[in-house]
Structure formats: C-alpha cells, structure tokens
C-alpha cells in the first residue's frame, strides 16, 4: 500500500515539475525577449547622450540595469510559483485517475458489483472508465457463471459417485455372491461409470464454449450442419424420427470445432426430446442455422430456463433425457461468437431454435476478434 502511494506521488511530482519548467521557461523567453532589444538600443546609444526610449527627468523611467535586476529577481521568485501552480494542475489532472485506481483496487478485492460509473465530461480518462467497468461486468459475470458451475457440476457428480459407491458396498457385502451377482454389479458400475464419463464431456463441452473463441476461420454452416446430420441419421432412425434438411451456402466466421458442438447439440436436443415418429428439420441459410423439432409443448416462460446449465424440461434422475447441458453449450457458443440465438416455443410442440453469426469474414476482422 505504501508503495503505491508513493507511486502516485511520484508521478505527481514529475508532473509538477513538467509543468513548473514549461512556466518558467516561458518566463525566460519573455525575458529575453524584452530584454536583448532594450540591450542593443543601449548599445547603439552614444555615451552621455539620452536614449531616445529614456525619460530625461530623474525617477521618471527605468533604466536597462534596474530592468534586468527586477527581471532576474521575478524569475527567482516565479520557482515557487510555477511549482505551486504545477503541483496544484498536476494534482487536478490526477485526481480522477486516484479514484478509479481506488474503485479498481475495492472491486478487486470482491466488491465485483461496484462500478466506476464516471460520467461527465467525456475525456480519454472517462473512456477508461468505461472500459474498465465493461471488464468487472465480464470478470463478475465470470465468477458468477463459474460459481454456478461448480455447484451444479458437483450437485450432478454426487448422485452417479453415490449410486457407484452404493452398489459396491452392497455386491462385497453379500456373503452369498456368485460370479454371476458379481458380474452384474461390474456391468452396472461400468454402466454408471459411462454416465460420469458422458457427463464430464459435456462439462468440458460448456467449459470449452464459455472460455471464448481461440481462432477465427472462414466456414461453412451447411457443410457443417451435413456433417452433423449424417452422423445421426442413424440414432434418429432407431427412434423413428425423421431428418429433415434445407442446407444452403451460408458462409459465416468462428471455431469450427466450437460451431460444431453448437449444431450437434441442437441436433441432439432435437431428437432427444421429440416424440416417437417425430421429425427433426435443420435449416442453414443468411449465415444462421436453424433447428426445428416436435416433442412435447413447451411453456413460454420456461424457454430461458432451458438455457441454463442443468436444466430440463422435466427432471430426469437416471440421465437417459441428457444431463441439461446440450441448449446451455449452445446459449455458451452463440456468445463466444457474438451470435443472436432465438428460441420459439412450437404451438404443436416442440422448439424452433435459430443461432444466427455474422456474415462472411475478413482478415481485419480476424485480427480484431483475436486481440479483443
């Protein structure tokens, strides 16, 4: 702490003195100014004769000598001046910057609510204000999201770790198992071990899409999206669901690993929640990709609902319904990319979700995105 206040006054100080030096050096150069023209009239004046400039009469006029004395004497006392004047502008000019460090340094320790909130008027000191509030609403959103995490992620780790070690304890505690009774709590723990694996993948998924895009490439949604649906026909066959596709050039900017988990989670979504004999239609068009689907109706004010982790429609203990992340890596990838997502509730059933990105790509957009 005393370190940096030291800091602040140093700086304080070198601009005192900037400003000190600026206004004494001023001083000198109107001094030279007058004083090197009244020199040379003097110097071209016969001796005992009057200069043309000099008032005859005794103590009605200044000579050049007694100019110069009074000049050198305000010059000494034009130093503590300027340095009060310079201390006191330097100490105007940092006064803003002391209360943003001060604000910086109580959000920082985990008031990451407060905000600097500058207002008036609109300088390059105002202009860091506001970029530093954008940075603690990014940093408190952060720590929010990550608290967040971790109590869902650890409330939903809990219940398979419990079932594992449950039916450990009951397979060696029976005195009477047989290979058979054994075998079958070997499967069931592999069974449950799947579950835990699928799930941190889908953790790793969310984390992935939240930290932010790491490259920007030009791609396109409909090779994407064909990717996607070819690796799924199969599933959605299984359950009688019927794929439906309007691919069209739509040609956008992002991570093609992360727009990919975007739209095989919204696929997956699609068919994971539909109705027996349903169907699945996939969109890409404008730089936006859509994915409609039936299934069970949904209410109005539960679609945001869905967007967060762990959510579901309805609750689901055994994970056979997802784990509640699927939308929530689609909601994390649509932000990381700068994207509008829009989710309508079907009147018939089921959900309309439309991610759209911005269209095309350049390299000075690239650049930008990379140093933003």
């Known amino acids: 702490m005393t370190r940096r206040r030291l800091t602040g006054r140093s700086l304080q100080t070198r601009l005192a003195l900037a ?3 600026g206004i004494y050096a001023a001083g000198v150069l109107v001094l030279l100014f007058v004083a090197v023209p009244l020199a040379g009239i003097n110097a071209a004046t016969p001796v005992g004769r009057p200069s043309s400039g000099a008032t005859a009469e005794t103590g009605s006029g200044i000579s050049l000598p007694q100019l110069l004395t009074g000049s050198a004497v305000a010059l000494i006392l034009l130093v503590p001046v300027a340095l009060a004047l310079g201390w006191f502008v330097s100490g105007r000019f940092l ?4 209360d943003i460090t001060a604000t910086a340094r109580i959000i920082s320790a985990g008031n990451l609510h407060r905000r600097l909130d500058l207002g008036e008027p609109m300088d390059e000191l105002t202009e860091l204000g506001h970029t530093l509030d954008d940075l603690f609403a990014r940093l408190q959103g952060s720590f929010d999201a990550q ?6 992620a650890s409330h939903e780790l809990r219940t398979p770790l419990a079932g594992l070690r449950t039916l450990l304890e009951v397979a060696l505690a029976d005195p009477d198992a047989d290979v058979d009774t054994l075998r079958a709590a070997c499967q069931e723990a592999l069974a449950l071990g799947e579950h835990q694996e699928r799930l941190v993948q889908a953790l790793l998924a969310l984390a992935t899409g939240e930290r932010g895009v790491t490259r920007w490439d030009t791609l396109d949604l409909a090779q994407i999206a064909e990717g996607v649906l070819a690796s799924r026909r199969r599933q959605a066959a299984e359950k009688g669901i019927d794929l439906a596709e309007h691919l069209t050039p739509a040609v956008t900017a992002g991570d093609p690993r992360l727009i990919e988990s975007l739209v095989a989670n919204l696929v997956d979504n699609a068919i994971r929640h539909n ?6 239609e996939i969109t890409t068009q404008d730089s936006g990709v859509t994915v409609t689907n039936g299934g069970p109706v949904i209410p109005g004010d539960q679609i945001q609902r869905l967007f967060q982790p762990f959510q579901r429609l309805a609750p689901d203990r055994h994970g056979h319904g997802g784990y509640g992340l699927g939308l929530a890596i689609v909601d994390a990838v649509t932000q990381a990319h700068r994207a509008t997502l829009t ?3 079907r009147p018939e059933g089921g959900l309309s979700v439309t991610v759209r990105f911005a269209p095309g790509s350049h390299p000075s957009q690239s650049v930008l995105h990379r140093m933003v």
Do not use: E, K, M, T
């Open 275 to 280: 109705h027996p004999g349903g169907h699945v």
């Open 95 to 98: 006064r803003p910057l002391r």
């Open 147 to 152: 608290r967040h995490f971790v109590a869902n």
């Open 343 to 345: 989710a309508i509730a």
């Open 19 to 21: 400003y000190a030096a």
